[in-house]
């Protein structure tokens, strides 16, 4: 992951040596405030403040920019079908100029991207570099990039940020900007449906008693994406009518409880709505961080789903550093990423597990529900344990440390994908029973390299 394009976009807002100004530093201080603890002091349109709005483009757009791509990269079912270029089709070069097309009805063949609560395009700006990053050389689609916001004076920075990074990477892009989410009828003539649909901190922004209103909101937004009905068409010269899918929706929140939970219970209503008769559910699969359509096990708990993954954008470091004391080399969040697709499954493969803790000692007993090998009252301290996610309830993976290889050590973390090899929890059940390690596998979201 290598930002340098996204700050030279940024150069002519921030202007010269905007890193060591102690002005800034406290702007983006009083932001960071205002968001976790004050929020209803910050007035609406704090986009209109340009020191506030220096602030957000450099700490805050950088932080979101760098969660948002995490997730696109470690989650790749989003992206339209690949193929080789096709022969009237050749890449765009970064100096054809202009990128950005006028205003008007995006093309069929273009890939759609919805930037809901976009403030200055963060979202919008990741999935264009993921995009670039990730599609053959030469076969990226033209892009269709639709911007929502209530601040009118945050779309105006964020059409301009989107053309300018678009220009830089060599996309072509037509871009559209609106204050409210249009209506039914009338964006549906307009548009067949959007292949990316994106909420980042919108369910943050709401006051605990709205929500109702928040999960309301992400359903009018998982109704933007592309169905199944539009999916016969060409995708940048590719044909996706080969498989039978839609577009796909991102939401991504801090790490806190509130929004964690809002988001789950979203989970909950969207699934239910896809299933008939309590079968499973059809026609919505979930890219992560679920590795299962079941019962969430943490929803209305006091527990909730958050994941942590290495900042690695040197320059983010160092304002953090300056700012907060702190270089903050993880990124925080919650999130929940669905697809449309028309397929059958199963609830759950029950061999894979997405880990939604640390790996951590314990000692002293635990509930039965925990998957170990047997142990003597005096190794229990010596037992290291990580939280699995499994449809209703949670599972304990225990196992004693000295059995632990340092390799799986390092890769069973918070956010990986663990799968334990069949029969191995059964095995684990009967008397004188346990799991070996070399029985399961983790598959870390990414690099934890930092």
């Known amino acids: 992951m290598n930002p340098r394009l996204l700050w030279e976009t940024l150069a002519e807002d921030l202007g010269p040596g905007f890193a060591e100004s102690r002005e800034l530093h406290r702007a983006v201080l009083k932001l960071s405030r ?55 089709q050749r890449p765009i070069k970064r100096a054809e100029k202009p990128t950005e097309m006028p205003e008007d009805k995006p093309e069929p063949s273009e890939f759609r991207i919805l930037d809901f609560g976009c403030g200055p395009g963060t979202a919008a700006l990741a999935a264009l570099d993921t995009l670039k990053r990730v599609v053959k050389s030469g076969n990226a689609p033209r892009v269709a990039v639709d911007l929502v916001d209530s601040q009118p004076e945050a779309l105006e920075v964020a059409r301009r940020l989107v ?67 539009s999916a016969s068409r060409q995708i940048g010269g590719i044909d996706s009518a080969s498989r039978p899918i839609g577009g796909s929706m991102l939401i991504v929140e801090p790490s806190h409880r509130v929004a964690s939970q809002r988001m789950v219970r979203f989970r909950e209503r969207l699934l239910k709505s896809h299933s008939t008769d309590g079968a499973v559910p059809r026609g919505a699969r979930i890219l992560g961080p679920c590795m299962h359509l079941g019962a969430c096990p943490v929803n209305r708990t006091k527990n909730w789903c958050h994941f942590s993954e290495p900042a690695l954008d040197s320059r983010l470091q160092d304002l953090s550093t300056r700012v907060f004391k702190d270089p903050r080399k993880w990124l925080k969040f919650s999130y929940l990423f669905f697809k449309r697709e028309d397929f059958t499954a199963t609830t759950w493969d029950r061999l894979t597990y997405r880990a939604i803790g640390d790996l951590h000692p314990v000692g002293g007993a635990r509930p039965e529900r925990r998957l170990s090998h047997r142990h003597s009252a005096g190794h229990r301290a010596h037992t290291l344990a990580i939280d699995l996610c499994r449809p209703r309830e949670k599972l304990v993976l225990a196992l004693p440390a000295a059995a632990f290889p340092q390799e799986l050590r390092e890769k069973l973390v918070r956010g990986a994908v663990v799968t334990i090899e069949e029969g191995a929890d059964e095995a684990a059940k009967k008397p004188g029973g346990k799991i070996a390690p070399a029985r399961v596998r983790a598959t870390p979201m990414t690099s934890r390299k930092i």
């Not at 957000?56 to 470690?74: I, M, N, S």
């Not at 959007?194 to 006051?207: G, I, K, Q, R, T």
């Open 163 to 229: 053309a300018r990074f678009a220009g830089r990477l060599g996309l072509g892009v037509t871009i559209r900007t609106f204050q409210t989410l249009p209506d039914g009828e009338a964006w549906k003539a307009d548009v067949l449906g959007h292949d990316l649909v994106m909420a980042v901190n919108v369910l943050n922004e709401l006051p605990p008693e709205e929500g109702v209103r928040g999960r309301e909101t992400l359903i009018r937004l998982w109704e933007q994406t592309r169905g199944f009905d």
């Open 34 to 88: 205002s968001f976790t603890e004050g929020r209803e002091a910050l007035e609406p349109a704090y986009f209109s403040d340009p020191l506030l709005r220096r602030a957000y483009l450099a700490y805050f757009l950088p932080l979101g920019f760098a969660k948002v791509q995490t997730l696109l990269l470690a989650h790749k079912g989003w992206l339209p079908p690949r193929t080789r270029e096709p022969a009237d």
